[in-house]
């Protein structure tokens, strides 16, 4: 069963960067969509990016468009968030799911600890 392991989070200062992690560890992940989601205190989880493999698309929330970029590497073996520009607002814990349907990621129950990204001066 797929079991993603997110990490590569931090504190940040406004207008930081940072570069999360998303890995497999044993699979490679072409063969599937990989979103990342983020959920802030006291708010719903919400869909950051996705990267789709197999219909080679890739989606941004329009809040982190220009900000953000969504990677792979060769071996497809982790999906990656470039984040850059932080703001405060962006501050959540980030998790990524084998999916990059919103409705699907809220029936998902194999979330990982995800990764806290802190954007604060």
């Known amino acids: 069963q797929l079991e993603l392991v997110e990490s590569g989070g931090g504190l940040v200062q406004p207008g930081g960067s940072l570069r999360l992690s998303c890995a497999a560890p044993?699979?490679?992940?072409?063969?599937?969509?990989i979103g990342w989601f983020r959920q802030a205190p006291g708010k719903g989880r919400e869909e950051v990016s996705c990267?789709?493999?197999?219909?080679?698309?890739?989606y941004y929330a329009d809040n982190v468009k220009g900000r953000f970029t969504i990677s792979t590497d060769a071996a497809k073996s982790a999906v990656y968030l470039q984040m850059n520009s932080l703001k405060p607002e962006d501050t959540a814990v980030y998790y990524c799911?084998?999916?990059?349907?919103?409705?699907?990621?809220?029936?998902?129950?194999?979330w990982g600890q995800g990764t806290q990204v802190t954007v604060s001066s």
């Open positions: 990267i789709n493999f197999a219909h080679s698309t890739i």
């Open positions: 799911a084998p999916t990059c349907s919103m409705a699907v990621a809220e029936k998902y129950d194999q």
């Open positions: 044993e699979f490679t992940l072409e063969n599937y969509a």
